[in-house]
């Protein structure tokens, strides 16, 4: 399989699909794990290594997951194929500009994917589109109770799987939410937001872009404390508490700008229309920022059916766009927003074109591939 | 908005005092919050949690009498001051060879938390199963008498006992 096979579409965790997808675009659930009678990674010479990689490799190549498999080595990979794999969220930057061999197996359909000596000897992860964490759980413990049959976890009685850091120590999960928060942002209300889940000893970094910085408005929710609390709990108090209240916020703020500050949101995405339509030379960061906007005045029209002038031009602009789906026109405004968002990333641009670009060529490719699809 | 102190880093920080029904606002970067004396939690990296606790810890190796500060692992070659430098540990022994000096980073990085709760191998053996099962009760029997929950306490110290058996 060829990374272009999927690089023109989005992939089914940002499909709009899903329970809440309107603010919560995934959840992920990813687990740390390593092999008994190996050194961790750091304190490993190539060529134990490599026997580490082709050992979990086969393991997982074997697997039955209902998809097709593919393997990809990352040590070998070209960088546009890496950074690639980044926006995908299929590895994390880590792993794409780490050292030694190194890999990865990823489902066709991108549900799950497994580093082979990332951090750790073995990180797999399973996700899905919308608040569905229970699902990831389930299907995330039954892979890792598969690839257990082959191999021997490093597992201790006290502190449970043993990891190269210890703040992945004990259960080695990591459950993330990715969140698009708008109108939080909008209503000056996302530094609170931050503080609170600091408090709860979570961890918030910003879906797309380098680093920390949270841009168009996307927010990457986690869990920090993998010890003495077990998966459930911790599965749980996402799925049950925490999200629900963070989506009852933005949904608030939603409402809160439809009541009493129209002029405010219609600014926001007149603004965006315009120049996201006009535009011949777009950044990265620039689309992000505005096709937040976007969706932000596509979803209050989809789901609290908000009809104010701007969203009324922004819905009918998107009908009369270049993708036309008769049977669900609903979906089809949002599937052309998220595709916006995913197919613009820097290396999607390139590997879509066929070649590396520098920065001002992709500037008006984007510019052009946003023109089209706003203008029809 | 840039920092109303050092009008150089952009603002992070907005306070809002009302004193006397005035209401005044100030916004500050980090570094000068900090300088003010305004706490900031942040997420404090790894490395530097990592040097911070382990700098306290020559009081704890006079209490014990040893110092894994010299140690290396026999398995791996691992020695703390590595750790330092780049946090991760060189091999699965190095958790209770380094036992002492890890636990209070184990501790502040997992909110108190030093014993596992949750999924166990199904290839592991049935009294390590037991001795987990044992530990988490251990766990919960702190956790009662520390909230003065004398009942649950009762209840857990009889099945700990029972499991003991």
């Not at chain 1, 209050?300 to 009918?316: F, K, N, V, Y």
Request: glycine share 6%.
């Amino acid at each position: 399989m060829k990374l272009t096979d999927i690089s023109s579409d989005i992939n089914e965790w940002f499909n709009g699909q899903g329970p809440l997808a309107d603010t919560v675009i995934s959840s992920r659930i990813r687990l740390a794990r390593n092999l008994a009678g190996h050194k961790f990674l750091s304190r490993c010479s190539t060529a134990e290594k490599s026997d580490i990689l082709k050992m979990l490799k086969d393991v997982l190549m074997s697997l039955e997951l209902g998809d097709k498999i593919f393997y990809i080595s990352i040590d070998k990979a070209p960088t546009l194929n890496k950074h690639f794999l980044v926006e995908r969220h299929l590895i994390s930057r880590h792993h794409a500009f780490g050292k030694g061999p190194r890999g990865v197996v990823i489902a066709k359909r991108e549900f799950f994917t497994a580093m082979i000596n990332e951090e750790d000897h073995l990180r797999i992860q399973v996700l899905k589109g919308g608040l569905r964490l229970s699902q990831c759980a389930e299907q995330i413990n039954r892979i890792d109770d598969m690839i257990e049959k082959k191999v021997d976890y490093a597992f201790s009685p006290r502190f449970g799987y043993l990891t190269a850091c210890p703040t992945n120590l004990g259960t080695g999960i990591r459950v993330s939410v990715m969140l698009h928060l708008p109108a939080l942002k909008i209503a000056g209300q996302i530094e609170k937001f931050l503080n609170a889940a600091r408090d709860m000893d979570l961890a918030v970094r910003g879906l797309f872009g380098e680093g920390t910085e949270a841009a168009g408005d996307f927010y990457q929710l986690s869990n920090q404390v993998t010890l003495g609390i077990s998966e459930t709990d911790i599965i749980s108090q996402f799925e049950n508490t925490i999200i629900p209240e963070i989506v009852e916020y933005e949904n608030a703020a939603r409402s809160q700008l439809l009541a009493n500050q129209i002029d405010v949101l219609d600014d926001k995405i007149s603004r965006a229309m315009a120049l996201l339509k006009n535009a011949h030379l777009i950044s990265s960061q620039e689309a992000l920022f505005l096709l937040s906007h976007l969706r932000l005045g596509i979803n209050m029209h989809e789901h609290m059916g908000a009809s104010t002038p701007a969203i009324e031009r922004l819905c009918t602009s998107i009908a009369a766009g270049g993708d036309k789906d008769t049977d669900n026109p609903d979906a089809l405004s949002i599937t052309t927003i998220n595709r916006l968002f995913m197919l613009t990333l820097p290396a999607h641009l390139q590997l879509n074109y066929g070649k590396p670009l520098d920065p001002t060529h992709r500037d008006v490719l984007r510019a052009k591939i946003i023109r089209s699809a706003l203008n029809g | 908005m840039h920092c109303q102190i050092c009008k150089k880093n952009e603002a992070t920080i907005h306070l809002t005092e009302i004193s006397d029904g005035l209401r005044t606002e100030t916004h500050l970067c980090e570094r000068c919050a900090q300088k003010q004396g305004i706490a900031v939690k942040s997420q404090l990296p790894i490395n530097e949690l990592l040097s911070s606790l382990l700098a306290v810890q020559p009081a704890d190796d006079e209490l014990f009498g040893s110092s894994e500060k010299e140690l290396s692992c026999p398995h791996c070659g691992f020695t703390l001051d590595q750790f330092t430098k780049e946090p991760v540990l060189g091999c699965p022994q190095d958790y209770d060879i380094f036992e002492k000096s890890l636990l209070p980073l184990i501790r502040k990085a997992h909110n108190g938390k030093t014993t596992h709760c949750g999924k166990i191998p199904s290839k592991a053996p049935a009294d390590t199963k037991k001795q987990i099962e044992l530990l988490n009760l251990r766990q919960q029997l702190d956790a009662a008498v520390q909230n003065e929950d004398y009942e649950l306490a009762a209840k857990l110290r009889d099945k700990i006992n029972q499991s003991e058996k």
